[in-house]
């Protein structure tokens, strides 16, 4: 008898009093604004295998808030990320997969559902870790440069892109940007099918199957665009680097007399530049030194 009313008097969790509310938050932040900026993303990030010049200006136009852009990022972005990720951990670990019984199509896509959702929270640690650097301060910045982090320079964005991908000996974070991003497509695609049965957008047999056929095609096109976006990075050769920082420059310097581009040094590739100037005047001396000792005596 007192077993029996423990458990009946004993509180509910606050998950399982909102449930309801937080399963459908959950699935609602996967969509917007994370599907969707993933998309705008890998998009914009696409364009650099058709023209630096494209590329530079969407992410002229990204930085153009100035200030508020850590605000739009952490409102728009990390918080929801941080709270998808957190609530989908927990989801997770908590339910229960039977694949292993019953091979249904289904019971396998919960499974890689899960599976993609851990891989995706890696990769996107460690983009941003790669590319960002996570905390923008000047002694933080220059300590993990020097281990490879924080590589990425908004205004010379294309040059410094392929740089960050090249380290590895180009083949370490390629791989891991191919994973990475093929698992963030999957989990979005089919987040956005199940979504709809989590919102009875799609109920009967019949409505799931023509979700499932559009939800493939989007998977398709979305996969296209990032095998677009990874090669724009990782197929640039060395002097294509360096036409690409000189177009950036260039560009640079006209949107900031033009008042287009907000002047900040702190995001150009000024490291880039600087190692670039030193080639160049370890060439220069290296030809003035030939130059003086094939000179003929008198």
Known sequence: MSDSNSDSNSEPSFFTKHEFAIRRLHSLTGIVPLGLYMCVHLTTNASLLGSVEIFQRAVFLIHSPGPLLPLIEWGGIFLPLLFHAGLGIWIAKTGRSNSSQYQFTNNKRYTWQRWTGFIALVYLFLHVMHLHGGIHAEGWMNAIYKVGFGRFSPYNAGSSLVDAMNLGYGII??????????????????????????????????????????CVALGVVLTVISL?????????????????RAIEDRMYEAGVVSGTVLENEHKRDLRGRAAAAEESDDASDGEQASTGTTEPAS
């Open 228 to 244: 677009a976006a990874w090669a724009g990075a990782v197929f640039p050769s060395k002097d294509d680097v360096a036409k690409m």
């Open 173 to 214: 974070w390629p791989a891991i940007y191919l994973v990475g991003v093929l698992a963030c497509v999957y989990h979005f695609i089919n987040g956005l099918w199940t979504a709809g049965i989590t919102w009875g957008l799609w109920i009967s047999p019949q409505a799931q199957a023509r979700a499932s056929k559009v």
